[in-house]
């Protein structure tokens, strides 16, 4: 489920003409349709129905304008709307008041809502840190649950500001989609699950196995690569979800279940008898997780990145929600700890924020090893172990750039 | 005395017939064991009978309630019926039920969509059922907005200010057509309503709640989820699906060129796309078309594209009633001496409609089951619920209960439209029978 790549980016290197467009969905930097979509700006007033008001702060100004042109010279309003409307997505979050953060519509441990509609995980997180960070209030997010096809479209179409939401950082979503993946928060990879009964000890030795395999996804083209570069052959069983998937699998459809490692370990969580099953060691992608925003506002992009950053940092000098108030109050002997927490230095400031903004965020929900923990960790009935996301100094990938 | 010793004077009590040939013996002959392959049949069907339910009554029943995950659950069923036993977690429909049904609606809120749901059954009564009072049919008319307002909150002056279209729809066509004729009035009918939505509505609306701001706290779509969320789509469908298909089918029917173009060119085209493709224009699509920060809400997108989609349907299905009627009612008519609107309303359309009833309500169940399909967008209705409350690892691995429940509410929707349409159709019989 986590990597599904959806339809589209293997698909996008053609946004020539209109139709083109149209046909890859994902298109949002298209210039003749772009042109279009501006051209019909005219229609906002009556289309921006229900109670909701307008999103954007900055636009107000050009909306006022438009409720008296409406269609009459809606076309020059709109040229002129867009050069203004296209910078500034903090600005807009600042305006707006809240943070709209595009998540999955469910996955264990990293996007879920509780009992009381409240959404946690690990990936949910990040969102409140950056709420946290750029509105003082980690309760100021919305979320637009998002699915592996309508993902991108809801961060190109400007539907939310930041896309956290187990999104494999690949070339093609990076260049040709045109968004900017700000890091990694979580370095996963495909693996496999079998039934130990089946005595296998290495994804070698599953020559002509069944495998139950999502549809549509990176997963899928990822084990195709790998058992083709292995000789040896296989047998998929297609299927729609990691629900189907598990119902599938323990029903004996398919011998090996495979998608990414940490959804196999969610997975395997769930068995009456989670020790008749066994992992295999191989790992046979990369799948660097990890937030998004769109191309061309760095501003946003640095803001986003940093927040990570300070997370992880936060975690690797040692400052957790149990001695951050006390550290923020008066600076100490680390002059990075100092410059993180704002009690010396201004970098907030070049961010357009204040001098406590990591603190913030780090407030919001502990550092990241706290997050990883809380949500995801070994004490959790996922469990997941630290591995290539421990931090750099103990082994793992987990590196955040000084904050300096 | 008499030779009659042999007559008897008195009458013999009435004796029970013979086993085999009343009550259930006799109702299990007769339906059950007629003949050899229907006794084997018979047989047959409660062996399957019987494995079906041996499956599934003890997992529906042994269960637990109480436990908060589906680790517990397994320990409060091992504990209550024994270390091989396995049953439903109903417990997941205890802590989430409230979310199925109601999505994230805040909790403090729910007596609105409760009380619009209730209202919605009072609106629809006179409709369902003529003997009612024909006063109720003013709540009818008013429930759309009023329905709006509820769910979505916000100030009232937002439909007041949309019913005052309507108004002003209907009185030019009542007023203006002796200043403009037939066409002229009809033609005023619908542009003086637009007009007044583009230009003015927003603005008198402001004004109004400035003046007099009354309004309730307003809940935006992307709480709205669960079942509430398919009832809201599935009825704005099916109320509006209905007269824009009989529009529709008139339209395919009529003989002024432009018009018949136009409705068929609409019913081919949207018959001819799956439905999950006019959502996914709605959800992804379009927010290319829109500029960029435009607040063109989710729910309504897919509302007007389910609307849409069921209209055609519709459309087609009034026709087959149309087709279905002699010629002769149409010259009945025209021999009355009755204009168009008035022959279509009084002899035409009534009959039409009778004949197509059950295909309506097919087509009716069908679209609120579609309603499901908008999971695939992201929207949380409940299937998409299902799954969000997987992901909470407390619930992860439960999917028999949720689609249960789920099918079962779905059921009780559908199997009431269902009955509906059978009375509808006993009460208008006119045949011989």
């Known amino acids: 489920m986590r990597s599904d790549a959806g339809i589209l980016p293997e698909s996008a290197s053609y946004h020539r003409s209109i139709g083109d467009c149209v046909l890859d969905l994902m298109v949002r930097n298209c210039p003749n349709l772009r042109a279009l979509g501006i051209s019909m700006r005219g229609t906002k007033t009556i289309l921006a129905f229900g109670p909701k008001s307008s999103r954007k702060g900055t636009d107000h100004q050009e909306e006022v304008k438009m409720k008296k042109s409406v269609f009459l010279g809606a076309l020059t309003v709109a040229g002129l709307a867009a050069g203004l409307a296209s910078a500034g997505t903090m600005d807009d979050v600042k305006a707006k008041g809240f943070l709209q953060c595009g998540v999955s519509t469910g996955l264990v441990g990293f996007a879920a809502p509780d009992a009381n509609g409240e959404w946690d995980g690990f990936d949910v997180s990040v969102c409140r840190a950056i709420a946290a960070a750029v509105l003082g209030d980690a309760k100021a997010v919305k979320f637009t649950p998002t699915t592996g096809k309508t993902r991108f479209t809801a961060l190109a179409s400007g539907e939310v500001d930041v896309l956290a939401r187990n999104t494999t950082w690949t070339f093609s979503r990076d260049v040709d989609l045109k968004f900017t993946f700000i890091g990694v928060n979580y370095y996963d990879g495909q693996g496999f699950m079998v039934p130990k009964a089946l005595g296998v000890a290495s994804a070698k030795d599953l020559d002509g196995a069944t495998v139950c395999i999502q549809t549509g996804t990176t997963t899928e083209l990822n084990l195709a690569d790998y058992f083709r570069a292995n000789n040896i052959k296989y047998e998929p069983v297609p299927i729609e979800t990691n629900a189907e998937a598990q119902q599938q699998y323990l029903a004996g459809a398919c011998d090996v279940y495979t998608t990414d490692a940490s959804g196999l370990a969610a997975t395997r969580a769930t068995f009456e008898n989670p020790g008749d099953h066994v992992l295999l060691p191989e790992i046979i992608s990369k799948e660097p997780l990890g937030p998004l925003v769109r191309h061309g506002d760095d501003q946003w992009a640095d803001l986003v990145k940093w927040t990570l950053n300070a997370l992880i940092s936060a975690e690797e000098l040692g400052v957790t929600s149990a001695n951050l108030a006390e550290m923020s109050k008066a600076p100490g002997n680390n002059p990075e700890i100092n410059r993180l927490l704002g009690t010396e230095g201004d970098l907030g400031s070049m961010l357009g924020l204040d001098k406590a903004w990591a603190a913030r965020a780090i407030a919001a929900g502990g550092n990241y090893g706290e997050i990883f923990a809380r949500n995801i960790g070994e004490a959790t009935s996922i469990g997941l172990a630290r591995g290539l996301n421990a931090q750099w100094a103990n082994g793992g990938l987990i590196y955040s750039p000084p904050f300096r | ?433």
């Open chain 2, 1 to 433: 005395m008499t030779n009659t010793s042999y007559v008897r004077t008195e009458m013999l009590p009435e004796k029970a017939p013979p086993l085999a040939q009343a009550g259930a013996v006799k109702w299990m002959r007769e339906n059950l064991f007629s003949s050899i392959p229907n006794a084997i049949l018979t047989l047959l069907a409660l062996f399957f009978l019987y494995k079906a339910l041996a499956g599934t009554l003890p997992w529906i029943f042994q269960s637990s309630m109480t436990a908060d995950s589906l680790g517990g659950c397994r320990d409060a069923i091992k504990a209550a019926y024994g270390e091989d036993a396995s049953g439903a977690c109903w417990a997941v429909i205890r802590e989430r039920y409230h979310q199925l049904l109601f999505g994230f609606y805040p909790s403090e809120l729910y007596w609105r969509p409760i009380l619009a749901f209730v209202l919605m059954l009072v609106a629809i009564a006179p409709v369902l059922y003529d003997t009612l009072p024909r006063r109720i049919l003013w709540l009818t008319a008013v429930y759309p907005f009023l329905a709006f307002w509820l769910l979505w909150g916000g100030s009232v002056w937002l439909p007041i200010s949309i019913i005052l279209g309507f108004v002003i729809g209907g009185l030019a066509a009542v007023y203006l057509s002796n200043l403009l004729g037939t066409l002229g009035s009809t033609l005023a009918a619908i542009l003086l309503p637009i007009l007044w939505w583009m230009l003015l509505a927003g603005v008198f609306a402001d004004a109004m709640q400035s003046i007099l701001p009354i309004g309730i706290e307003s809940v935006e779509s992307a709480m709205f989820g669960g079942f509430m969320l398919s009832v809201t789509i599935g009825i704005t469908g099916i109320a509006l699906s209905l007269p824009i298909g009989i529009f529709l089918a008139l339209g395919r029917q009529s003989n002024l060129l432009i018009i018949r173009s136009l409705c068929i060119g609409f019913i081919e085209f949207i018959r001819g796309v799956p439905l999950i493709t006019l959502l996914f224009v709605a959800s992804t699509l379009l927010n290319y078309f829109l500029p960029p920060g435009t607040n063109f809400d989710i729910i309504l997108r897919v509302m007007i594209m389910v609307t849409l989609f069921a209209s055609a349907y519709m459309a087609e299905v009034i026709r087959g009633g149309l087709a279905a009627l002699p010629k002769g009612q149409y010259e009945a008519a025209d021999a009355l001496g009755l204009d168009y609107w008035k022959s279509m309303r009084l002899i035409i359309m009534p009959q039409a409609l009778k004949i197509a009833i059950p295909s309506i309500v097919s087509n009716f169940i069908g679209l609120f089951k579609d309603t499901t399909l908008v999971s695939i967008i992201g929207l949380l209705d409940p299937i998409g619920l299902s799954n969000a409350i997987r992901a909470d690892s407390n619930w992860n691995g439960i999917v028999w209960e949720l689609y249960g429940f789920i099918a079962l509410m779905f059921w009780v929707v559908c199997f009431s439209m269902s009955r509906y349409s059978m009375y509808l159709e006993r009460k208008l019989q006119t045949g011989h029978s």
